[in-house]
């Protein structure tokens, strides 16, 4: 065969190693977020919250709100009658607690920083590695969690049921029947998809108030949409896109590093990667990622503008940012702009031990 | 009359040869909702997440098959215009003028997980200088209308490492863009440099086929398979092909954090004979006496904060068929570019940079050695999704040749719209 041979069938071998390739690629596993649907694929815009979409196996209702609102505040449903949800989730510390990590019972540490409730009703999936597919779920785990709330499903249901005040409000919103580990989930998620925060001086300028942000802040929503490539993950109304991402947080345990979303799908690309989270109210909380890492929204930002840690498995997200300092202190200030000004959540305030359930 | 004549030939030659297509697809920040830094250190210069977003085939750096497509998004379509005022200075005369100085009409979008496309078009301009040769004529237009990409990207086929770009695209061997160059007018003149008999554009997007991909560690490769004239369709049955590899130290792409190094070989055939060639039925004709000629070169970007300095040099050699001086010799030529960016103020509103371009043609060219200091400051008016307007001074002061070395320098203000 001569040269010029040769030169006329290469491409077809190109073509066929890529047909085959493509091949191979539609073979590949299923993306890990199987629970977003198609709707919400890709970035959606920054803006205002839509109305919580409630599900039909959990209608709403003033009495079940109530019941989850006493249930969520109650440390009796765990095993030392000393954690309530409201513990690690408190609405003071913009519904997560003070960190870097949460106690659970017998001053135990947790591994990582409680995420927030507020506005938890939009995230697709629940827990910093999306274990849970809904806030239902979700509420099941901490009760039985030994290191939060050490209680078994088992126990926490006899100990509700043994208290009258309880036992009634669990008939008022369920009819007649042994109460169940999903009633009471259900009670306290439906509390949970209460605590939403709409009226941000974001959200005032979304709808047309120009005048809320400062100039600063004009300036801190652009860097945050553009050059801070914050919008990237933190899309859309709820700032977030679901998804897990590695930051290259150096993890404090190196022999023994949390594995992230890799515990849940054992998906190699999943290993170190956490759940984005809502910005909303974040001011509210420090400290930030998911082992309460950085201490300040400054500190966090300068961590990005980095470009991050070093991992192996660092998002392709992560690239260094080239802020200049008053960049930076445009994205601390309209990060700070979106703290809610809702007057129904900021006014939760823990229910004390005589005004629960007897 | 005739000295007018001249002048306008030469004012008209010289935009010509001064405008480039350049590319910033707004229709992307439409769709996500971003601004344009998202991608841009400055529109069109890409930040590393924008190479990152192109190489992954227009999708989002490990999204590939979460966001939307072509088809759940409003109709991708991108327009991009530079329109202002040029002074010119030769030794022949000074002209002025208001302009158009190009036009790009761009479409791209996600067809499905992992494969997209990128068109674009650039229509024709009609340039009222060519008038002299009679109302209509259309020459010496500001701008030909040509396809300049039209192609099709399998993406992650192996992720990361492997992607093919089928079509007309621009090279990867181009390390330093310049479809997406700051400069309106000035280029980058070692890319449109053509000595001797070889009709080689190595600034043109290549009609192929290109398999690229990346490597943790930011090791990156291009390996290209292409027409190698620049034009559909080819002119001879010679494939050219080329090579690139990159590797970014630190994190980043090396395009705007990190610093990159690169190398690159093109090796290619041009005709040297039409006199006995046929064409077949989609045009490709046999050009007959195929020689050969390669480049070679490399490249490197530093970043330190929101200063970029990029260079890059390669040298060219042409069989001696090619030579018109000397066709005893191959002809024999090197040149190169260096330039320096900077962007201020919040998101990048202001860019400065300067640059300086040379070619050093063979001995017995001399006429063509070039010699090019060229400075721009860009301002945009704003940072809003997905449409800017930028405005542009640039400045460029060129010699040329070495004995009778002649001199001309471009001024132009302009304003830059990108919708």
Redesign the interface.
Known sequence: MNNRTWWRILPVCLALAGLGALRLSAEDKAPPITQVNCQQLGPQRLGPLPPVVIPPSNPQSSAKIHLGKMLYFDPRLSSDRTISCATCHDPAMGWSDAGPTSKGIRGQMGGRRAPPVSNAAFSPLQFWDGRSPSLEDQAKGPIQNPVEMGNTHEAMIRTVADIPGYVKLFKDVFGVGPITVQQVADAIAAFERTVVTTDSRFDRYMRGDHQTLTKLEKQGLEIFNGKGHCTACHWGPYFSDGRFHNLGVPPKDPKNPDQGRYAVTKNPEDMGAFKTPTVRDAALRPPYLHDGSEKTLESLIEFYDRGGGKDPNLDPLMVPLGLSRTEKAALVAFIRALTSLNPEVAAVKPIPAGKLPK | MKKTLTTIVCVAAALLLFSQSVSAIPAFAR????????CHVAFPKL???GQ?FRD?GYQ????A????TVF?TAVPIALRTTTGYSLYKNGKGTMAGFHIYGLDLLAAGVLHK?ISFLFVYTPRIDEPAADFHGPGSGDNPAQLAAIESANLV?S???KDK?N?RIGRFEPSFQLLSSKRLTYILQPFEIYNFIGGLNGFDYSANQL??E?SGRF?GGLKYGLG?VNGNGANPDNN???DFYGVLSKTIG???GQ???QRIGVFGYFGWQPTDFSDSSVSPVGDANGEKNRNFYRLGGSLSL?W??FNLQAMAFRGVDDKDFNDIDPTQDYEFWGGIAQLDW??L???RLVASLMYNWVRPPAGAEPQQLNAFSALVRYYLG?W?AVNIALHAEYSHRTIGVVNQTKDNLFTLLLDFDF
């Open positions: 769709k996500y909702g971003f601004n344009c830094n998202m930040n590393d997440f990152r992954n989002i750096p490990g999204q098959g979460l966001e939307k759940e992992n399998f992650n086929l192996i492997l093919l192929g086929i398999a943790k398979y049955s010679y494939k994190p980043g792409e705007s954090s990190g970043n904060k929101t962007a201020g919040a998101d990048n940072s999704s």
